[in-house]
């Protein structure tokens, strides 16, 4: 996922929530969840900036108070 690709979900009103998760493992990073009818809880994964990305900070300051979680299923 680009950053390009974050906003244009969020302009579209498709974001639903983002997920830090995997913490020390291969799969560590920012998680993008986007809504949808046929998905998992009304939602589906959109793509993610992993711990290594150099993009990683500009997405968390693009989501800053939009629904960044630590928890399950975006409850957390």
Known sequence: MTIDELKAL??????????????GSLWEGL???EKADDGFRGFKPAGAFFK?????????RELR???VSVGAYGCG
Not at 10 to 23: C, L, S
Not at 52 to 60: G, I, M
Request: hydrophobic share 35%; proline share 3%.
């Open 65 to 67: 108070g939009a629904g």
């Open 10 to 23: 969020r302009a579209a009103d498709k974001f639903h929530h983002a997920t830090y998760r995997n913490q």
């Open 31 to 33: 998680w993008i969840y």
């Open 52 to 60: 290594d990305d150099p993009n990683l900070d500009a997405a968390e």
